[in-house]
């Protein structure tokens, strides 16, 4: 997707932790450093770093001014660290803040130092006020106003105003935004728009969607995902239609056999749009290496049996700032064949929002060892089974049943509509026990520790950053930040 203004992504969590540092009872102005991912026209907050009050060279009801070393400090940190500085400082006193005319000449007198030490850096500066935020960043040495996008905000106990969706038409940068009655609210979809409303209809419509797994799930999360309204697909698979995928696979026939399982999805998505208008995109290929196709989508669903797969999808919504979906499903059984009894079948459903719920390794669902026997090459898979290393059980099918995953499928499907419309929160993780007749909704936290969306981990890093710097030699280099 492209935008033409800039944008600041900021998780919810993050957003709490500045608010928390940087607006304090004593109602002094406050300074804070956001290390960000500079992905293009987005910077993805990383990273929040305060000062201590004995690092700050000025701290007054109306000023504030971190100490010159701290700022080469963080200043180097962050660029080392391969980041985009953003300056966030307060107005305790404002709802809704404005740069002062004080804060623009501290701009600029930042871009001189700045630019003096790096080639063609990317940073930015941003004021927080009681209620609202106001962002500017440095595009071809000139500041432009960056609009902020919060995200999973109904994790805020209050919201921020002036925040875009990634999700409203009104907001949306993808380049073929449509208009009028091409958005899809007609009679066509009106008992969806009796459920979700006409603006939570055209939300869907604009809404991008990239599904990971054409097989069981996937299949039937993409047909749903077109009927409900979604015009813009992605799907992404690397196997071929087996015989033994015809029971649960949805527009799969005896004919597709052999063929790329996205072929034979798209041509059933196609059949089952309720409009012609729309893009069904195809990869047949490993997501691991076609990554970059994803950034041009608004979320992710993953609805792969790879643990590996699973483990590289979250990472790559915790690097990028998006949000990430995860369904699956797990049957277990007992006794050797021919006399076996199913003791568990559960689905599960995991919304990853970065910084504000936990992700995948939070929640400890990386698996090593699953993965270790995933990356083998068949001869490897049978040379550490032959030496005892791999059970034999380990490399079996693993059991899979229709029920089960439609179940696991609709609730995906539900939680993607109340990301997308906004008529309801979603649940942060849904596990379904078929055979109990039990589903239970979990609330989670993002860990700190986490090592991969913790303080130290790869949250909002992005994958691209100033790209080819130079730092300026010793004597070229001012003696100090600007005052």
């Known amino acids: 997707m492209t935008s033409q203004q800039p944008r600041l992504v900021v998780p919810a969590g993050v957003l709490d932790g500045l608010r928390d540092a940087l607006l304090r009872a004593d109602g002094d102005e406050r300074f804070a450093f956001v290390y960000c991912g500079d992905h ?9 770093v305060t000062p201590e009050d004995d690092r700050m060279a000025v701290r007054e009801r ?70 609202d935020a106001e962002a500017v960043v440095d595009v071809d040495g000139q500041f432009a106003d960056a609009r902020v996008e919060v995200l999973a905000p109904w994790k805020l106990d209050a919201g921020l105003p002036s925040a875009v969706s990634r999700f409203d038409p009104a907001d949306r940068n993808h380049a073929d935004a449509p208009d009028g009655d091409a958005d899809g609210v007609d009679g066509t979809y009106d008992r969806n728009v009796r459920a979700v409303t006409e603006d939570g209809q055209r939300r869907l419509s604009s809404a991008a969607v990239a599904v990971v797994g054409a097989g069981g799930v996937g299949s039937m ?7 409900l309204g979604v015009t813009d697909l992605l799907v992404v698979d690397p196997d071929e239609v087996e015989a ?46 076609v990554a970059e196709r994803l950034d041009d989508y608004d979320l992710v669903v993953g ?14 919504a915790v690097k990028q700032l998006t949000y990430y979906v995860d369904a699956g499903v797990r049957i277990d059984v007992d006794g050797d064949e021919g006399a076996r009894t199913t003791t568990a079948m559960t689905g599960y459903v995991q919304l990853v929002a970065p910084g504000a719920t936990a992700c995948f390794d939070c929640l400890g669902r990386h698996a090593p060892g699953a993965s270790h026997v995933e990356r083998l090459s068949p001869e490897e898979q049978a040379a550490e089974r032959e030496r005892g290393y791999i059970a034999d059980e380990a490399l079996a099918p693993e059991p899979a049943v229709v029920h089960l995953n439609g179940v696991v499928a609709s609730k995906a499907v539900s939680v993607v509509s109340k990301l997308v419309t906004g008529h309801a929160e979603p649940p942060d993780f849904v596990r379904y026990e078929d055979l109990e007749n039990d589903m239970t909704e979990l609330t989670t936290e993002p860990s700190e520790r986490c090592p991969t969306c913790g303080e130290d981990g790869l949250r909002g890093v992005g994958r691209r950053s100033f790209g080819s710097f130079e730092t300026a030699t010793e004597d070229d280099a001012p003696t100090q930040t600007p005052q």
């Open 40 to 48: 293009g026209q987005r910077l993805l907050a990383s990273r929040v």
């Open 62 to 131: 109306t000023a504030c001014r971190p100490d010159p070393a701290f700022e080469r400090e963080c200043i180097g940190a962050c660029v080392d660290a391969q980041l985009a500085p953003l300056l966030v400082h307060s107005h305790p006193f404002a709802e809704s803040p404005a740069f002062s005319g004080r804060d623009v000449a501290r701009m600029d007198d930042f871009r001189g130092w700045l630019t003096g030490l790096y080639d063609d850096p990317t940073y930015g500066f941003a004021v927080l006020g009681q209620s």
């Open 221 to 227: 999360v993409a047909e749903q995902l077109v009927r």
């Open 244 to 289: 033994t995928n015809l029971p649960r696979t949805v527009g799969a026939y005896d004919h597709h056999v052999g063929k790329p399982k996205v072929d034979a999805l798209r041509e059933h998505l196609w059949k089952s749009s309720p409009t012609a208008d729309g893009t069904i995109a195809t990869a047949h290929a490993p997501v691991e290496d």
């Open 303 to 316: 609805c792969v049996d790879r643990v590996s797969t699973r483990s590289f999808l979250n990472e790559y």
